[in-house]
């Protein structure tokens, strides 16, 4: 019964090689965002999904291309992978909630547990 | 390990002291913050939350107080138990946007 799971946990893969990491939530939000952790612990904003439209794209390489098939999906996939890219990846959710002047995703987030990808 | 070279700023604190984490922001717009906590290994949670028509808010244990002039923020945690050992971020919600911008994480070890 988990809220936000991601898989895999662990990717090991050298460089060049195209991979991608899954992640589901089952809390019923709109919001879906994805973030990379670097080794000095600092997160940053990739991506956000709202009810399947991209309505966050942060200066990320176009070699990371997400995919929500639905509300509840996004998945990550990352082409010609660098040594760059090894970090943690999470996915988090959020739900809508209706502040004045109109309905906005909350700040607060759900994360996943993370997905560690090292690139040799 | 995962930590070497890791160079957060740390917080060293006895169990059943009192921690205070600070943290400054940049946008005077952001109209939300919020704490995490983020245990080794797992995902940032969510800890507790302030809007900026608020100074302070209190929750189980914490309290956030907010001084938009200086734009800073703190976290205080009374009474550390070594379950609160953990790297805190402050994050904060910039209007109109909507977008999550974390700060730098602080590292608690909370000494038994």
């Known amino acids: 019964d988990t809220a936000v799971s991601q898989t895999p946990k662990y990717l090991v893969t050298q460089m060049g090689n195209d991979k991608s990491i899954k992640c589901e939530q089952n809390?019923?939000?709109?919001?879906m965002y994805w973030y990379k952790q670097d080794s000095k612990k600092f997160l940053k904003i990739m991506f956000s999904?709202?009810?399947?439209?991209?309505?966050i794209n942060e200066t990320v390489p176009n070699r990371f291309s997400p995919k929500s098939p639905d509300k509840a999906h996004l998945n990550l996939h990352i082409n010609s992978l660098e040594l760059g890219d090894s970090a943690v990846y999470f996915c988090?959710?959020?739900?809508?909630?209706?502040?004045?002047?109109?309905?906005?995703?909350?700040?607060?987030?759900?994360f996943g547990e993370g997905s560690r990808l090292t690139v040799l | 390990g995962e930590n070497v070279g890791l160079h957060l700023p740390t917080l060293s604190v006895q169990e059943g002291d009192n921690s205070i984490i600070n943290c400054a922001y940049s946008?005077?717009?952001?109209?939300?913050f919020i704490w995490y906590k983020q245990e080794s290994g797992k995902g940032p949670q969510f800890i507790i939350d302030?809007?900026?028509?608020?100074d302070k808010r209190q929750g189980q244990r914490v309290t956030v107080l907010l001084n938009k002039t200086v734009k800073h923020l703190s976290l205080q945690i009374a009474a550390t138990q070594p379950g609160d050992s953990a790297v805190y971020f402050c994050?904060?919600?910039?209007?109109?946007?909507?977008?999550?911008?974390f700060g730098k994480g602080n590292q608690v070890v909370v000494i038994p």
């Open positions: 988090a959710s959020s739900p809508l909630r209706g502040l004045a002047g109109g309905s906005h995703p909350t700040g607060e987030l759900f």
């Open positions: 809390l019923g939000h709109d919001t």
């Open positions: 999904y709202n009810n399947k439209e991209l309505i």
């Open positions: 946008n005077s717009a952001s109209d939300y």
């Open positions: 302030i809007r900026s028509n608020m």
């Open positions: 994050a904060e919600n910039i209007a109109p946007s909507h977008r999550l911008a």
